[in-house]
């Protein structure tokens, strides 16, 4: 049974630092793609980071560029998104999102809904 489940969110100021979590398990082999992806009031799910995991390619949306970073911890199968020099415009539900199949990580960020696996989300607030 795949599942994935995120948490890590909280408040936080401009400027400062938060690591979301997504615990994924089920996958029976590395033939699969993970990925971070935000939902704002209004807007539609955005794609922020993905990772294949077969070769470890990775993808960042070009407002994170810098800022995120996103790993996997193979033994905790656990995938990380340390997020740094938060911005007010970050502010949002942040979700884990994942797909058998292993194509590539670009591919899953642009299209997140092709992935079969979401978590509840956690919800970040960025703010003075």
């Known amino acids: 049974q795949v599942q994935v489940a995120e948490s890590g969110g909280g408040s936080v100021q401009p400027g400062g630092s938060l690591r979301l979590s997504c615990a994924a398990s089920?996958?029976?082999?590395?033939?699969?793609?993970i990925g971070w992806f935000r939902q704002a009031p209004g807007k539609e799910h955005e794609g922020i980071s993905c990772?294949?995991?077969?070769?470890?390619?990775?993808y960042y949306q070009d407002s994170v560029k810098g800022r995120f970073t996103i790993s996997r911890d193979n033994a905790k199968n656990t995938v990380y998104l340390q997020m740094n020099s938060l911005k007010l415009e970050d502010t949002a539900v942040y979700y884990c999102?994942?797909?058998?199949?292993?194509?590539?990580?670009?591919?899953?960020?642009?299209?997140?809904?092709?992935?079969?696996?979401w978590g509840t989300g956690t919800p970040v607030t960025v703010s003075s």
């Open positions: 990772l294949r995991v077969s070769d470890g390619s990775t």
């Open positions: 999102a994942a797909s058998a199949g292993g194509y590539y990580a670009d591919y899953a960020c642009r299209y997140p809904y092709g992935l079969n696996y």
């Open positions: 089920g996958f029976t082999d590395d033939s699969w793609v």
